[in-house]
DNA sequence: CATGTGACCATATTGTCAATTGGTCACTAT
DNA sequence: ATAGTGACCAATTGACAATATGGTCACATG
């Protein structure tokens, strides 16, 4: 069902695709991105490395589709909110926070996992675009809600609102600013969430 | 006038001090921080190296020094904005529009410098912190001068809205996103002038 | 006492070279 | 056609010695 990730070639379902990606997460997520080789990957499975470059043009392509599985855990995990029927600025604000929540968690409990994810983002990977696309989506779906069930102004141009939500939630969920506030996001998500439906009032 | 600057000593006023400044300025702006050496600017000065550090503890120190500058002339800009006797609103949304600008320019026109910037941001100088505070300061006025001019709403903590907008602020000045954003961030600072504004309104 | 320095040390940085690694390809086996 | 590999190459990296740099101090000079 998943659209062919960039970077990956050869039989497109195929059992040692499957093992290739769970023992680069193994690795990655134990030793680091950098610190793991093809080799490893293959010994641990029990390939010589040539194999692997049929199912991934490169490491850093391994690299993009273990990101892409951490992207779609928080992905499902946001759309699971969007897709509750609560109100739209309950909806809102929850987003804001689980934004937060798995940042954090990902930071603090798979630390290596993280700096792939880093990586993504500062060399924008398609995964991580990927991921702003989807989050970018939700954002519009709950403006459209909040406007038509008349909980959210509609003065402003709908992409305008969107855009600078897009901005704001940048702040929360950027790898790249996340070392610096570790310490007071879950509250900053809260402060921002007020902000961004002060501003969307009627 | 100017409170005694971290990682300084020795006489406070002293020509050889500014000479040591304007060396660094020179230097760093040229060559970059970590290529210039101490002995570079004692050389250029025509001192020992030694010399210098009767005046400044660590070549960081320098360039706290230096970084402290741009700071400043940052801080002036926003100054005159925050008391040219306009509207809040519209001094809010100058100052939006002022914090991209001198971002772009600091970064395109004196790259080198924006470098050091970049290192007080991610390591926390004392500069940095000080740049915030006093944006901060900034900002609080102006949420006061619009409370009390009936201009923004009053429900709200004053409090959390200044964190609000400091966190929203940002993600416009903050120098690890930058280089990502530069050709939006123009448009980046309207958009969120805006929300921010609409979040302001009665 | 203020201005200034050369000699000195510990740590960073750099240059060098061999070993490792990412990546390809011709080739085998089934 | 599909599954799989050893041999090979260019680029990267690791280890380590040589060098350069940040920083201190006792001392000199007027």
Redesign the interface.
């Known amino acids: 069902m998943r659209t062919r990730q960039s970077g990956q070639r050869g039989p497109a379902d195929h059992e040692r695709r499957d093992q290739i990606i769970a023992a680069a997460i193994e690795h990655f997520g134990h030793y680091g991105y950098k610190k793991t080789t093809i080799a490893d990957l293959a010994d641990a499975i029990g390939l010589s490395k040539a194999y692997i470059y049929k199912f991934f043009e490169s490491k850093k392509a391994i690299g993009e589709a273990i990101c892409a599985l951490q992207h779609d855990r928080m992905r499902v995990d946001l759309q699971t909110i969007i897709d509750d029927g609560k109100s739209a600025s309950d909806r809102m604000r929850r987003i804001f926070h689980a934004l937060a929540r798995n940042t954090v968690a990902l930071f603090s409990h798979e630390r290596k996992l993280h700096d792939i994810v880093y990586s993504a983002v500062e060399e924008?990977w398609a995964s991580a675009k990927h991921f702003t696309d989807a989050l970018r989506d939700m954002v519009e779906q709950l403006i459209r809600e909040g406007r038509d069930g008349g909980e959210f102004?509609r003065k402003?141009p709908a992409d305008?609102?969107c855009?600078?939500?897009m901005?704001?939630l940048?702040?929360i969920y950027?790898p790249?600013?996340l070392e610096?506030h570790m310490d007071t996001l879950d509250d900053?998500a809260v402060?921002?969430a007020?902000?961004?439906l002060?501003?969307?009032a009627l």
């Open positions: 924008e102004e402003t305008e609102t855009n600078a939500i901005l704001v940048q702040s950027h790249l600013l610096h900053d402060t921002l007020n902000l961004v002060r501003s969307l």
